[in-house]
Structures are given as C-alpha cells and as structure tokens.
C-alpha cells in the first residue's frame, strides 16, 4: 500500500514557476512508478508526465516538454514536478498516482492517487 499527499500548488501569473510534491508513505516506495496527471473539470484526466521507479527513466507529455521536469528522490520518499514557464491553460488540478507494474501514460493504470493540488496560472 501507498499514501500519496500532493502539496505546492497555488496561484500564479503565466511565465512564473512552481513546483509540485508527491508525498509517498510505505517502505516500497522505491518500487513504483510514479505519474503527475492533470484534470479541468469537464474533461479526462491528462497525463503530464511519469518517471520510473528507480528514476532512470522519465517521460513527458508534448504540451510539457521543456517547460516542466519531473523527478524523485527515494530517499525521502518525494516525487517532484518543476513547473517553469507557466500558462493558463495549465490550471488544473494536479495529481500524483503510483503503479507498481507500469510507468504508463494512462491514469487508468495507476492504482494509488493523492487527493491533488490546484494550480491556478492567470494570464
């Protein structure tokens, strides 16, 4: 089992930066792989980006590339997403998930989720 606690969202005007954490309980922390998903009410929940359990591998969706970076730190048990260069069509509310199985793209693969965080861009 894993607890998932999203934290650093806020309000913020485009060109700014922000960075999400994704904070993870259970020793097998290390195992997962761990996504950040967005959601606009009205819409399906889109993939942001998604790094693997050992961090070796990371991948991002094209509406983020280059602007935002995701990363781990096992050690503290923390999955972080640096945001740079932030527009409006950014807000949303933020999730993280983790799968033991899968780094996928798909939030249906994901079995743990945090409660989210919003992120607010204002242009």
């Known amino acids: 089992q894993v607890q998932l606690v999203e934290s650093g969202g806020g309000l913020v005007q485009a060109g700014g930066s922000l960075r999400l954490s994704c904070a993870a309980s259970?020793?097998?922390?290390?195992?997962?792989?761990v996504a950040w998903f967005r959601h606009v009410p009205g819409k399906e929940r889109e993939f942001v980006a998604v790094i693997s359990s050992s961090g070796s591998r990371t991948n991002h969706a094209d509406s983020v590339k280059g602007r935002f970076t995701i990363s781990r730190d096992n050690a503290k048990n923390m999955v972080y997403l640096q945001m740079n260069s932030l527009k409006p069509e950014d807000t949303a509310v933020y999730y993280c998930?983790?799968?033991?199985?899968?780094?996928?793209?798909?939030?249906?693969?994901?079995?743990?989720w945090g409660q989210g965080t919003q992120v607010t861009v204002s242009s």
């Open positions: 259970g020793r097998t922390f290390s195992s997962y792989n």
């Open positions: 998930g983790a799968d033991a199985r899968y780094a996928s793209s798909d939030w249906k693969e994901y079995d743990y």
